[in-house]
C-alpha cells in the first residue's frame, strides 16, 4: 500500500494537470528505508511527448546526488498519461528500474487541464511484473 | 588506476549490494570490462551491441559521457563514475 499525505497528492495531480497533454513526471523522496514520501520533486520531461517522458539526464543526476546527501530514496517515481489509462505501458515496465519505488500514474485524459476527478493508482513494477497496490490518502490533522 | 563508479540500487545483486566499488581502466569501455571481471553479468547491463545503452546513463566527474565520447570517454585516476538508470516510460 502507498500512503501519501494530501499536499504530497494535491501536488502531484496538480502538475500533471499543468503540463498536459504532454506527460508530467518526478519523485517523491522520502528517509530511506521509511517507505514515506515527504519532498516533491517535479522534473522536466526532457522528451516533451504526450506519449513518452524521460528525466533530464542533468537533472536525474543532481537529483541523486541531491537524495544521497540527504539519506533519501525515491519512493515515489510518478508520472501522468494524458490520453490513456493510469496503468503502466509496456515501455513502461521495460524501462523500470527502481524495484523499491511505489509507480505512480496519473491519468488526465477526462479532465485536462481543467478541474475534475483524475485517475490516481499506484503500482510495485518489479523484474517485469505489475502489482497494484492501494493508495491510502492521509488527510491533514486538525490543528 | 583507481576510480569511484556509484552503482545504482537495480545493479546492486552483481556488487554484492555494495553502492560503490573501486575499477580501472583508461577509457570507460576498460573500466566496464574491468567491473565485469569481478561483478560478472553487469557489462550487459550497460552495453548492448558494443554501445552504451539507450537508457543507462553514465557519468565521468558529472557530466553525462553521451557529450563526450561515450565508452571512449577518457578516465583518470580519482575520477568519480555515476551509472544512473533513465527514469523514462511511456
Partial sequence: ?143 | MAIDVRIPTILRSYTGGEKAVTGEGATLAELIEHLEANHPGIKERLVDGGELRRFVNVYVNDEDVRFTGSLETKLDDGDEVVVLPAVAGG
Wanted: charged share 30%; net charge negative.
Fill in chain 1, 1 to 143: 500500500m502507498l500512503t501519501i499525505d494530501r499536499a504530497l497528492y494535491d501536488a502531484v495531480v496538480a502538475h500533471a494537470k499543468k503540463d498536459h497533454p504532454d506527460e508530467a513526471c518526478g519523485v517523491l523522496a522520502g528517509p530511506e528505508g521509511s517507505d514515506t514520501p515527504t519532498r516533491f520533486v517535479p522534473m522536466v520531461n526532457a522528451a516533451m511527448s504526450t506519449t513518452f517522458y524521460e528525466f533530464d539526464s542533468q537533472e536525474l543526476l543532481a537529483l541523486y546526488k541531491d537524495m544521497d546527501r540527504r539519506d533519501e530514496e525515491p519512493v515515489v517515481v510518478y508520472h501522468s498519461h494524458t490520453a490513456t489509462e493510469a496503468y503502466p505501458s509496456r515501455t513502461d515496465i521495460g524501462l523500470a528500474s527502481e524495484p523499491n519505488a511505489h509507480y505512480v500514474l496519473v491519468s488526465t485524459r477526462e479532465h485536462g487541464n481543467s478541474d475534475g476527478p483524475v485517475e490516481f493508482r499506484s503500482f510495485r513494477i518489479v523484474d517485469g511484473e505489475v502489482t497494484e497496490e492501494e493508495v491510502s490518502v492521509e488527510e491533514p490533522r486538525d490543528a
